[in-house]
Structure formats: structure tokens, C-alpha cells
């Protein structure tokens, strides 16, 4: 099928983009090996659907500013083969084109002690760089202009700047970038871009005010132009920031920016799946910065996690259980696929590329957290150490520990590559694989209290193709099952088995179920919902306010300037006979006695009513039915109401209950 014009378009322009970033950028001091990539669809342990048009030199950038502290805490990286070997090599034989590393200006404290998170200075910028020069990758510098980590949430300022006016902070600044950037190039680093602060949104070393980041952002930059044309090297300048969720605001800090004469060619943007939206969004904040503003955009941070195992024992930012993104499993297939996915939107979009943020930080012992948290707080591998208390006591001094990322990372646990890893290489052409069962999502089953229990026959299956809705038979642990009991609420997990040998699990809850559809009217569709009444103009809606709601924010409210009635009802079909409990919440005022508000529930057996008044606001009513009796599985309920002019109410949470046979 032929693309659009658009895409066409934007395929185009993106390789052009990536040919920019990717070359001219300044001879090295190593000449490194170059790693092809393949020409075509491969045999492979993953399957990967190809990226039509994708150029060569489209950024595969990977985050392993990690791996000094964790060799240092006895770490080994092993290559496919089993063998040790340089993860830097590693990295370039999988498709890896580029590597991300962060530099903070001081994360020590007087005595030496470094506050973790890789202890990440220049000095260490300069070992892991010289490595992945070595192995033909470019490096992109990511500097903090901190101390410690920057983040929307904390910008705090280097020690030696406390103090500073903005002026002095900007020179001091300027300083630094000049200092530390000149030492990364003279030691032979292959640096194609400069990240001038992380994650920016709300401040900059220590400063919030907009003029004052800006003029922060113009030191940095020039101090890059500067040392670039001295060094005779071709460095493009990144900004990045995050919350892309909040597309007017990237819009606005891009238009900050271009006001303020900062000086820069790409910006970055950090896109988690399961943190930062849709796909669709992200595509349009990538081609809103390519288009209104003529910038080359990277995504400058993304991953995924691969298992739900926390490998260190200090926990993990994503457990891996429902805090992921539907059709992405916590897998290695699902991991692969995740980052095939934001790279083919994003390029589509007119991105220049990608990196996986920290791919390489794994868990540095076997043991739990009392045995690796003495390496924690000696080499820096956790994500904080006890030391940083001094710097930053709000956030790292108090929760400092392990790594939270050990199960997003692309080395297993022993320090071997998962075969996630090799999508990078893979993007372009895609890879195929024998069909197998990826992942079967949890099964959650829900019994009536009274009712007897019904276990799927037939459970939903993930294949590494992607194959979905396909369901597939399960046999469920017979004497679990038995044991689960009705009469009473509760509740219990079943394991089963496919017939391939793949496990399931199903989730199991015995409750009082509430039979209502749409019962609090949260759902945009309330199609359910039947309201009648007199006259032209409806006197009731479906209003949005979480102070006249019982629970959630919707509610059914009611008022009219004159005389009104109206009806709230609801048929069922299809509900097991037995006897039924109906009850709602409501409250409401300046109601006359002369009015009627009635709670109704009607079967075959006849119809039973519950009169109610209200009596002020959010004092709540609870009008009850009990004794229902259901013997064609249909009943038909809901409030009827004739009130005076002016009273007004609202009606939420409708409950109807099975309670016996």
C-alpha cells in the first residue's frame, strides 16, 4: 500500500534530519570499528514487524551512564555468545548508534563519598565515552547542572553556585560547560550533542524565574558553540524537557525559547508509555516542534519494562503488574515491541530518533537488599546513597537505596543481553520468529455472593506477533477452585495451565454485585438511563461536579424554575431469578411536603415503591427495597419525582443486589 503524501514526506525529512545529527560531527581520536546492520528481515528470538523508510542513521541511542558504578560493584556483561565482553561492544552489535551519558558537576560530598546514581562527573563521562567511541558510537553529553539528579520535581543548584546572583551563576555556568566539555573532547570522546539541562519544565540549577532559566540556557549554549568551533567539531545543542502530556505547555516552553534567542538544534522530549499518553499526542507535539518551530526532535528517554521481578530488593519505579501499557506485556517480546512502537510513531512524526534511558543498570549482587547495600553506598550504583542526605534531604535523603529500573533495563539480572536488546538493529527490517505464546494477560472472575462460581473455559492469549484476541482453552487447579467460597465475600487466586504448558491466572472476587449498569453515571454513555417528564424542557442532567455527587464526580441532578416531574429508569434483562435488594443515594432541598419522590423496582411479580423526602445539601438519603422478587430475569427500576418549583437534588450511586434465591 502506498503511504501518503505526508508520511512520505515526513520519512524524508526525518532521514535528513538523522544524516545531520549522525555525520559531520567532528573526527575522533579512535577510529572505530563500523557495525553493519542488516539488509533484510532476519531469524531472530523476537518478532518485529519492519520500519518502512527508516534510514540507517535514524538515532538508536541507549542511556548507560550506570555502567562504571556497577562494574565497579562487581558487575560482568556478557555478549549473545555467553562471553564476557565490554557492554559498549554489546551495545554497537545490537544496532546501538548512540550513547546517552549524564554529568553532574560535584556529586561527592567533602570527605568523597558519592551521592549514587553511577556518581556520574566528568571524569566518568570521559571513561565511559572513551569505550563507546571505541566501538563506533556517538556520545551525547546530558549535563544536570546539578550536583545530583535534575527532574521537573527538584532543580536544585551545584554547591559551589550557593550563593550566587544570576549573573555570576551564568558565568559560573558558562565555566563549567567550557571546562568539562573541552576535557571530553581532548580525551578522544566522539561527542555529537550536548544536552544543556534535563528535564527543564520548571526550573534550572536552582532558578524558576522564566528569564533567569533562559539566560542560564544562553550561557550553556554559547559555552557549547564556543568550545565546538575551537575543537573544530560539529556539536549539535539538545534541550529537554518532559510532561508531553501537557502538549500546550511543551508548545509554550518551545515558544519560550525561540523569544528568548536561545540558541539550540534539537529538542528533546522524555516519552514513557506508560507514564506520558498516547502514541497520537506524542506524534502531535513531535510534528507541532518540527513544523511551528523548524527543530530537530529526539526522544530524548523512553523504555520499558521486561518482568515484573524486582531483582535488587529495593522495588521498582514500574512493578510490571497493571501499571503498564495494555497489549504490552512485561515481557522480553513486549519490551521489544514497546520500543519498536515509539520508534516507528515518533519517526512518522518527523522525530530524528531515540534513546532507552539506562539499559545497562542491573542489579549489582544476587542477594536482597542487606547485601548489596553496602555496594550501593561504596561505588554509587543505586539511585542514591546515603551521602546525598547533605545535598538533596527532601527526595534522595530519605528514600535513597537500589536501583529502581533493574527490571527496565535490556541485560537480564545475571548480566547477559536479552534479546530485546537486538531491536535496535532490527527497526528497519524487522525480525521473524517461531509463533509462540508471549503473555497471557490476568483473568479476573466475579461471583455473586449465593451464586455459584463460573470459571472461564477459554482465557485471552498474547503470541510475539502480536496475535491478538485470540483465546485459547485452560484447564484451572480443580481443588483451589473447590475451595473458593460463595456464601460469603472473599477472594482467591486460581492458577491454570494451557494446553502448550503456558500459565494463567485467574483473579477471582466473591461480592455482593451491584447489577445497575452505569449505576453512578461516570460513563459518558448513559444511554442506559431512560428519564421522562412533563413539559418541553427536561428538569433533570447529568452534571459533573464531585461536591453534589456521592461518589466519583457525576451525578443526576434536578431543578426547574416551575412545577416539574420526571422519571429515572433502568430495564434489566438476562438477571439470574432469585430475591434483590435496590437502594440509591440522594440528597437535595427546599422540597414541600406536598411533593413525592419514590423509589421503584418492577417485576413480573408486581411493582414495590420506597417514598423518600430530602432535606438539605449533602445530606445523604439511602431509600431502600428489599424483597425483590426476579422470576423472568427482567426488572425494570428507578426513581419517580413530582416537586415543586425550585427544588433541586441529585440522585447517584443506584444499587441493586442479589441477596438470595
Not at 564 to 587: M, P
Request: glycine fraction near 10%.
Amino acid at each position: 500500500m502506498k503511504k501518503s503524501l505526508l508520511v512520505r514526506n515526513a520519512l524524508s525529512l526525518s532521514a535528513g534530519i538523522c544524516t545531520m545529527l549522525l555525520s559531520g560531527c567532528g573526527k575522533s581520536s579512535t577510529k572505530a570499528p563500523h557495525v553493519p546492520l542488516p539488509s533484510q528481515r532476519e531469524e531472530s528470538a523476537i518478532f518485529l514487524d519492519p520500519i518502512e523508510g527508516l534510514p540507517d542513521d535514524f538515532i538508536r541511542g541507549m542511556d548507560a551512564s550506570s555502567v562504571l558504578a556497577e562494574e565497579k560493584s562487581g558487575v560482568t556483561y556478557y555478549n549473545f555468545a555467553g562471553e564476557k565482553q565490554d557492554v559498549f561492544k554489546t551495545l554497537a552489535e545490537s544496532g546501538v548508534n548512540y550513547i546517552r551519558l549524564r554529568v553532574w558537576n560535584n556529586p561527592f560530598d567533602a570527605d568523597g563519598n558519592g551521592y549514587g546514581g553511577g556518581n556520574n562527573d566528568t571524569g566518568t563521562a570521559i571513561e565511559l565515552g572513551r569505550r563507546a567511541t571505541a566501538y563506533g558510537m556517538k556520545v551525547f553529553i546530558d549535563y544536570h547542572y546539578s550536583d545530583f539528579w535534575a527532574d521537573p520535581k527538584r532543580q536544585l543548584a551545584p554547591k559551589a553556585w550557593s550563593g550566587m546572583d544570576i549573573d555570576e551563576k551564568a558565568q559560573a555556568l558558562s565555566d563549567f560547560t567550557t571546562e568539562s566539555l573541552t576535557k571530553i573532547i581532548r580525551a578522544g570522546v566522539d561527542v555529537g550533542m550536548v544536552q544543556i539541562g534535563n528535564e527543564i519544565n520548571y526550573g534550572l540549577a536552582g532558578e524558576t524565574k522564566i528569564t533567569n532559566i533562559m539566560k542560564l540556557l544562553r550561557a550553556a549554549s554559547t559555552a557549547v558553540r564556543d568550545v565546538a568551533k575551537k575543537s573544530r567539531r560539529d556539536i549539535k545543542i539538545a534541550v529537554h524537557y518532559t510532561q508531553i502530556t501537557d502538549a500546550a505547555g511543551i508548545d509554550r516552553a518551545a515558544a519560550t525559547l525561540n523569544n528568548m534567542k536561545v540558541d539550540y538544534d534539537v529538542f528533546g522530549i522524555s516519552y514513557y508509555p506508560f507514564w506520558h499518553g498516547s502514541y497520537k499526542n506524542m506524534q502531535a507535539v513531535v510534528r507541532n516542534l518540527r513544523e511551528k518551530y523548524d527543530k530537530t526532535v529526539i526522544i530524548a528517554e523512553t523504555s520499558y519494562c521486561y518482568t515484573a521481578e524486582d531483582g535488587d530488593g529495593f522495588g521498582n519505579s514500574v512493578s510490571g503488574n497493571g501499571d503498564i501499557v495494555p497489549g504490552y506485556p512485561a515481557t522480553v517480546q513486549g519490551q521489544a515491541w514497546s520500543v519498536r512502537d515509539v520508534a516507528a510513531n515518533a519517526f512518522e512524526a518527523g522525530a530524528a530518533g531515540l534513546f532507552y534511558w539506562e539499559g545497562t543498570w542491573i542489579p549489582v549482587g544476587n542477594g536482597g537488599r542487606e547485601q548489596n547495600e553496602p555496594l550501593w553506598e561504596k561505588y554509587g550504583s543505586g539511585w542514591a546513597s546515603s551521602f546525598s542526605r547533605e545535598y538533596d534531604p527532601a527526595d534522595a535523603g530519605l528514600y535513597y537505596g537500589g536501583c529502581a529500573w533493574d527490571n527496565q533495563a535490556m541485560f537480564g539480572f545475571d548480566g547477559h543481553p536479552l534479546d530485546s536488546l537486538n531491536v535496535f538493529k532490527y527497526l528497519r527490517y524487522g525480525s521473524t520468529a517461531p509463533l509462540s505464546v508471549d503473555a497471557v494477560p490476568d483473568v479476573h472472575a466475579a461471583c455473586n455472593v449465593g451464586s455459584a462460581l463460573s470459571l472461564p473455559q477459554k482465557v485471552a492469549v498474547i503470541y510475539n506477533d502480536r496475535s491478538k484476541n485470540t483465546e485459547v482453552a485452560v484447564e484451572w487447579d480443580k481443588a483451589a477452585a473447590a475451595r473458593i467460597d460463595t456464601s460469603t465475600e472473599g477472594d482467591y487466586t486460581i492458577s491454570g495451565t494451557l494446553q502448550d504448558g503456558t500459565k494463567a491466572t485467574v483473579y477471582v472476587s466473591v461480592r455482593l454485585l451491584n447489577f445497575v449498569k452505569n449505576p453512578g453515571f461516570e460513563d459518558e454513555d448513559t444511554s442506559v438511563w431512560n428519564i421522562s417528564f412533563d413539559g418541553k424542557t427536561c428538569p433533570a442532567d447529568f452534571q459533573r461536579k464531585a461536591d453534589d455527587a456521592h461518589s466519583g464526580d457525576v451525578s443526576l441532578h434536578f431543578w426547574a424554575a416551575e412545577n416539574f416531574a420526571f422519571s429515572v429508569e433502568q430495564e434489566l434483562t438476562g438477571l439470574e431469578n432469585g430475591t434483590y435488594r435496590l437502594f440509591l443515594y440522594a440528597q437535595g432541598g427546599d422540597i414541600k411536603l406536598d411533593s413525592s419522590i419514590i423509589l421503584f423496582a418492577q417485576s413480573a411479580g408486581g411493582e414495590k415503591q420506597a417514598p423518600f423526602m430530602l432535606t438539605g445539601w449533602r445530606d445523604w438519603k439511602k431509600p431502600v427495597i428489599e424483597d425483590i422478587k426476579v422470576t423472568d430475569g427482567t426488572l425494570r427500576f428507578g426513581v419517580r419525582a413530582k416537586l415543586n418549583a425550585t427544588a433541586w437534588g441529585t440522585f447517584d450511586d443506584f444499587t441493586l443486589n442479589r441477596i438470595g434465591d
